[in-house]
């Protein structure tokens, strides 16, 4: 068997390439990072390191490596391949859509007896497959499009695993922590569908989804934001500040309340998540800046995000926003030198003011109760 991976970075290496080759999968890794194509291509295997105490560590092997910016190569392997996989970045789909959609072409016009193929992005976002689904058919003609229908899924997934950003001698050598959690819809697998092993399939998608947006990502975002107002460099530094620990902890109880509603999960089950969530974030093991952690703050701001849309739900619902608010302010502070989307914030807030910022980019109304709360908060700060 034979997987197709987008993006060998370390999430790619460290969590989604382990999960395929532990399952028996050949990886075939696609980057535009020549450093690590060539290394991958010349070695066929990386070390996966636990942050741990004890450090374990796990070879991974039977792995290759093509270069993304080869179309005709990136295609090929497309018709080859048995599952497709992504971690590159939602904003990034747009730009892989070419190569798989080339290869569908080639793959479909073969004939009709198609063995079916999922393509699963596993990113940061809800409805990245289904997103990645709509860059790919915008590029394909009506013939494809029909073929495809039958033969090709884009079954939407949740991915929980904290990789921080590292240095090593090693370039493949990549740290992860020891929790992960990989979640696809069943519902939009083609039938008879084979399992992998590793993932977790489940009939509906959503509350898995946004659970893990709005407690993980949330938390770690605001973590992210409130501990770079306090002057720390790192997400272990700032949660143990109690002060921005217990603004984490207000902003994940505020989601939370939210969640609970929705989804009618049992509050103290979810209550024993958010802790456990907050204990992963503590990790002595793990190194995680917060300039990792807090990048593309407009991203992180824009309306169905981690901040801004379970804000608003927590208004409709009648509950406070105060730390939710305060996150969103803290996001406004992000003052980053290379990080273009906070060089853009900075440059709106200066020539806008901030209150037309945050219009601007989480679409609220000025006159929000939620703007209003986190302009104030801001000029607090």
């Known amino acids: 068997m034979k997987a197709l991976h987008f993006g060998a970075g370390n999430i790619g290496r460290g969590f989604i390439g382990l999960i395929l080759s532990r399952a028996g999968y050949e990886v075939i890794f696609s980057d535009v990072n020549q450093t ?3 290394a991958l291509q010349q070695r ?26 080869q179309l005709e190569t990136v295609a090929q392997t497309v018709v080859e ?7 590159v970045g939602v904003g990034v789909l747009k730009h892989i859509a070419p190569g798989i959609a080339k290869g569908l072409e080639k793959r479909l016009s073969s004939g009709p007896a198609q063995n079916p193929l999922h393509i699963i992005a596993c990113e940061n976002a809800i409805g990245a497959s289904t997103q990645l689904k709509e860059h790919v058919y915008v590029l394909l003609s009506e013939e494809v499009r029909s073929l495809a229908d039958q033969y090709v899924y884009f079954p939407d997934s949740a991915v929980d695993r904290i990789v921080p950003i590292q240095h090593h001698e090693d370039p493949l050598h990549v740290q992860v922590e020891p929790f992960y959690e990989w979640v696809v819809d069943r519902s939009q697998m083609a039938p008879a569908f084979k399992p992998v092993e590793g993932i977790l399939y489940v009939d509906d998608l959503e509350p898995y989804i946004e659970r893990k947006l709005f407690t993980v990502n949330t938390g770690h975002c605001v973590a992210a934001y409130i501990g770079n107002v306090h002057g720390y460099d790192t997400i272990q530094k700032a949660i143990a500040d109690e002060k921005v620990k217990s603004i984490v902890y207000g902003a994940l109880q505020e989601t939370g ?24 974030f503590v990790n002595p093991y793990l190194t995680d800046e917060v300039t990792r952690v807090g990048r593309s ?3 992180k701001l824009s309306p169905n995000d981690r901040l801004v849309r379970p804000a608003l739900q927590a208004y409709a619902d009648g509950t406070e926003t ?53 302009v104030a908060q801001y000029n607090q700060m």
């Not at 391949?81 to 971690?87: G, M, S």
């Open 322 to 374: 105060t730390y939710l608010a305060m996150g969103m302010a803290a996001a406004c502070k992000f003052d980053v030198s290379d990080d273009p989307e906070a060089v853009e914030l900075q440059d709106m807030i200066r020539q806008k003011g901030i209150a037309a910022a945050l219009h601007h980019y989480t679409s609220m109304d000025e006159h929000h109760p939620v703007l209003e709360q986190t």
């Open 36 to 38: 690590l194509v060539t």
């Open 297 to 299: 703050p407009l991203r």
């Open 81 to 87: 391949a048995d599952l497709i996989t992504t971690a």
């Open 44 to 69: 066929g295997q990386y070390t996966v390191e636990l942050a741990n105490e004890s450090k374990d560590q796990e070879t991974v092997t039977g792995v290759n490596a093509i270069d993304g910016t």
């Open 257 to 280: 309340k939210v969640l609970v509603k929705r989804f009618e999960f049992n509050s103290e089950e979810h209550e024993q998540y958010i802790v456990k969530i907050l204990g992963r």
